[in-house]
């Protein structure tokens, strides 16, 4: 069991990052220590040059991401957390499978049509070819079980695609280069939506902070944006076909169910037929529970910049020990000569 992802150093992580993925990375670091099998989790900083960015932000969210995570429940010392820049093979397995990526499968990508809209010709290149680098990164380790929220599923599914290909044009039936990877989604929060539009995915890039609930957010903080969250004039439903065309409702009985551990059915059990006058501050009181202890741990973390520069130092020296196998194996592969 190999279990590898990222997340994006720009912006404040959020709600949605934890209960889409983050939370699946504790779980599974956990089952794969058990399993004898290891978990990778790495900063994506180099994902973060596709759009413009601030350097000195850069680097500030880059350690503020790491002290988040730690505060979420992974272990340096059960799982290898690093960020892409200090592991160089990356990048060189990205240009590897350059060869491979078709620039039809890129052009479909949903990210890359929303991200660049009516402006493709303006983008960077590194937006367009996002994906292959995040192939890179979950191929460069075998990975098995790639942790993440639903929005990132056809980037995985190109990841398998590539794979499949690279296996077939340069392996061998008995030695395929590169193991095809499984998303794993959870099945209640797989896409927590904005607190403003229960039409938008919550999203680092918001403009508005009141769009999402930050890991870093204090109590009361927590508390006001869920007050203030959009929704409708209805009582909530006693069943899940009533919250079909309530995307605010449904949004905010999802989180809910994710965060206290039951289904959507077993909220509405509990609260259909109530308003959001009792269910806001009962949500609002579970979140600050959850995501309290996180916060409370974050704050403790964040200033330690040494402790945090050590973390990532000590898991690229991993990363690149465990990456190194099969970045060799696919240049042999291609009839790269290196001596
Ligand atoms: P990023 O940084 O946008 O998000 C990190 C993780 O959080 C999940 N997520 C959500 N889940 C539920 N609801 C939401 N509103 C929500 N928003 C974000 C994402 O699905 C993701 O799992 N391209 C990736 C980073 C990446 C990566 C990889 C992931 C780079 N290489 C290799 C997996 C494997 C990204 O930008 O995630």
Known sequence: MRVVSGIQPTGKPHLGNYLGAIRNYVKLQDDAHAAGGECLIFIADLHALSMPHDPADLRASTLELVATLVACGLNPDKAILFNQAQ????TEL???????????WLNRMTQWKDKAGK???????ALFTYPVLQAADVLLYQA????????QKQHLELARDIAQKFNNDFGTEDTPIFTLPQPIIPAEAARIMSLRDGTAKMSKSDPSDMSRINLSDDADTMAQKIKKAKTDPEPLPSEEAGLADRPEAR?????????SGQSAADVLREYGGQGFGGFKPALADLLVARLGPIRDRFVALKDDS????????????KARERGKPTLDAAYRALGLVRH
């Open 87 to 90: 592991v160089p093979l990356h």
């Open 94 to 104: 990205q240009w590897l499978l350059n060869g491979t990526a078709r620039m039809g």
């Open 119 to 125: 402006n493709r010709e303006g983008q960077s290149v």
């Open 144 to 151: 098995t079980h790639v942790p993440v929220g639903e929005d």
């Open 251 to 259: 949004n905010l009985v999802g989180i809910y169910a994710a965060l």
């Open 306 to 317: 040494e402790a945090l520069d050590a973390i990532l130092a000590r898991g690229a020296a």
